[in-house]
């Protein structure tokens, strides 16, 4: 590796860890964020998909708001997944 490489890479490094340590400006604390795969033909139909996400969102914002954590969150997702076999 060249000597200007070596100091390119350097200056890569050191913008890479300020950019992490500087402040957001908002607080992350708390956050949760989340991913679904929704690849079931049962959920080709665009409205079947828009209903199943609003009832997730709406499950997890009801546990959430009772003060529920993270247990109650995943007997919410098994719930659904479950009532999802019926239709």
């Known amino acids: ?6 100091v390119a ?3 890569l490094t050191r913008s890479a860890i300020t950019l992490h340590d500087l402040e957001r400006g908002v607080t992350i604390d708390g956050v949760m964020t989340a991913q679904l795969a929704l ?3 049962r959920y080709d139909d665009p409205h079947q998909m828009v209903r199943t996400t609003t009832a997730i969102v709406e499950r997890w914002t009801d546990r959430l708001d ?5 247990g109650e969150l995943h007997a919410a997702l098994r719930d659904l997944s479950r009532d999802a076999g019926r239709d």
């Open 66 to 70: 009772k003060g529920r954590g993270a």
């Open 1 to 6: 590796m060249g000597g200007c490489a070596r």
């Open 9 to 11: 890479s350097l200056a």
């Open 39 to 41: 690849n079931d033909p």
